[in-house]
């Protein structure tokens, strides 16, 4: 079946360094999420990336959707103790195929 | 109103006993899921529910049983659980329930099996 794979698994950062995390798919996605998951939280929706080549910016965050549309990745500039959690891609399958994660760690 | 509400937030039980799990939106979404949720990894799908019918069942054991007793309600029955059952059970729902749309989750169950 189709898989997400994502990567790092971890990544820890200091406070104000940039932290990004990779989603790569072997077939073409329709389109691509990330989701955002707090410590001891549920998965929050942050984005939607549709259009092959789209970028969307969030303040901090950078999405980026891969020309093939087989790629993504998240890009948070300047780190914050807030930005903690770890970071899903998920595509289209079944209903949504989660990747495994990053889990961000920041230390001020 | 945006949010998909669940009760218990925390569930001990023993591997005798029977529970429920319930969740609940507002938001006029057609499409519901419960997802499984090991420490550390991602969600597992479990079930889908579209139009109140159950539409995809991830091969869950039977002692796993969903109902969906309107477009804004939906359980989860729990009967003879194991240990390794013991996981976070996160509720969501979709406009839809297209494979395309957003997914709006729930705070989730926390079970503990004994």
């Known amino acids: 079946g189709q898989q997400v794979m994502q990567i790092p698994q971890y990544q820890h950062v200091q406070e104000g360094e940039d932290f990004t995390t990779y989603c790569n798919s072997s077939?073409?996605?329709?389109?691509i999420q990330w989701y955002k998951q707090r410590p001891g939280g549920h998965p929050v929706f942050l984005i939607q990336?549709?259009?092959?080549?789209e970028v969307k910016k969030q303040k901090r965050l950078t999405f980026q959707f891969g020309e093939a549309k087989k790629n993504s990745s998240l890009h948070i500039t300047a780190t914050q103790t807030t930005d903690v959690g770890t970071y899903f891609c998920?595509?289209?399958?079944?209903?949504?195929?989660f990747g495994k994660g990053t889990t961000l760690s920041v230390s001020s | 109103d945006t949010e998909v509400t669940q009760t218990p937030k925390h569930l001990v039980m023993g591997m005798t006993n029977k529970k429920s799990l319930k969740c609940e939106q507002h938001m006029g979404h057609r499409a519901m899921y419960w997802y499984k949720q090991k420490a550390k990894k991602p969600p597992e799908l479990m079930f889908v529910?579209?139009?109140?019918?159950?539409?995809i069942n991830e091969s869950v054991p039977s002692r796993f049983s969903p109902e969906c007793p309107n477009s804004s309600l939906l359980n989860l029955h729990l009967h003879a659980l194991q240990p390794e059952d013991s996981a976070l059970y996160l509720c969501?729902?979709?406009?839809?329930?297209?494979?395309?749309?957003?997914?709006?989750f729930g705070p989730g169950t926390r079970l503990l099996v004994l």
């Open positions: 998920a595509g289209p399958g079944t209903a949504l195929i």
């Open positions: 077939t073409t996605l329709s389109n």
């Open positions: 529910y579209s139009y109140e019918k159950l539409s």
């Open positions: 990336l549709v259009k092959s080549g």
């Open positions: 969501a729902s979709s406009h839809f329930g297209d494979r395309q749309e957003t997914q709006y």
